[in-house]
């Protein structure tokens, strides 16, 4: 939706450096993830996912990493352009798998 | 090919009105969400839909919400005598199948104000 992110953290880094979006989930139960991209005035858009028998993904120039030790979540971005300014929610599901449940989200904003 | 599509992308209320929110999902996902996000806030669910039939609506706030889907297609969000709090973007989203690893993909939502 607009102005998506007014609140929330926010990494800032150079065109070009790779980025790493952290996300810490509570519920135990989950075992499917999901990587959403918000830009302003749009919905969702999904990035990558990752079962929990996986602790590594890889997509084009993103990376997931899972750590279901200590619930922990991190999406890498390569050589990281200005089309990826945007917010980046990491969403999780349960086990029954219906309903999707969004982290608070991390505002990435690239330097040209 | 075609996304879900929500209309309209905005509406303007007064306090006590009631509002019709649509949803298109896309063409053969039968499964279909609604989601509400604040300002700075990630997506809060509201309502699920497998087929015709809300498999879980734990997320609605209140009774003033309510959310049909007649012919397992296209969905209806509504809310009665609508206030200042229910302020948001609404999110459409719709997967293939409601199970796991079926990942959500959105509409761009409508984006109500109540004034």
């Known amino acids: 939706g607009e102005n998506v992110g007014l609140h929330l953290p926010t990494l800032s880094v150079q065109e070009g450096d790779n980025s790493i979006i952290n996300c810490a989930y509570s519920n135990s139960a989950s075992d499917y993830f999901i990587w959403y991209k918000q830009e302003s005035g749009k919905g969702p858009q999904f990035i990558i996912d990752?079962?929990?028998?996986?602790d590594k993904r890889q997509g084009q120039r993103v990376t997931v990493l899972l750590n279901k030790t200590v619930k922990h979540l991190s999406l890498q971005i390569a050589a990281t352009q200005p089309g990826d300014s945007a917010v980046y929610f990491c969403a999780e599901k349960d086990n029954a798998g219906n309903m999707l449940t969004f982290g608070g989200g991390t505002r990435l904003m690239v330097k040209p | 090919g075609a996304g879900v599509s929500q209309t309209p992308s905005n509406k303007v209320t007064e306090k006590g009105k009631y509002v019709e929110l649509r949803c298109d999902p896309i063409s053969g996902h039968t499964a279909l969400y609604w989601y509400r996000q604040s300002l700075g806030q990630g997506p809060e669910f509201l309502i699920y839909?497998?087929?015709?039939?809300?498999?879980?609506d734990s997320g609605l706030p209140n009774d003033r919400f309510f959310a049909v889907r007649p012919e397992g297609s296209v969905s209806t969000l509504k809310i009665q005598r609508t206030e200042r709090g229910d302020s948001a973007v609404y999110l459409c989203?719709?997967?293939?199948?409601?199970?796991?690893?079926?990942?959500?993909?959105f509409g761009n939502g409508t984006r109500l104000t109540v004034t």
């Open positions: 990752i079962r929990s028998n996986m």
């Open positions: 839909f497998q087929g015709t039939g809300a498999a879980d």
């Open positions: 989203a719709s997967s293939h199948h409601g199970g796991y690893s079926s990942p959500l993909h």
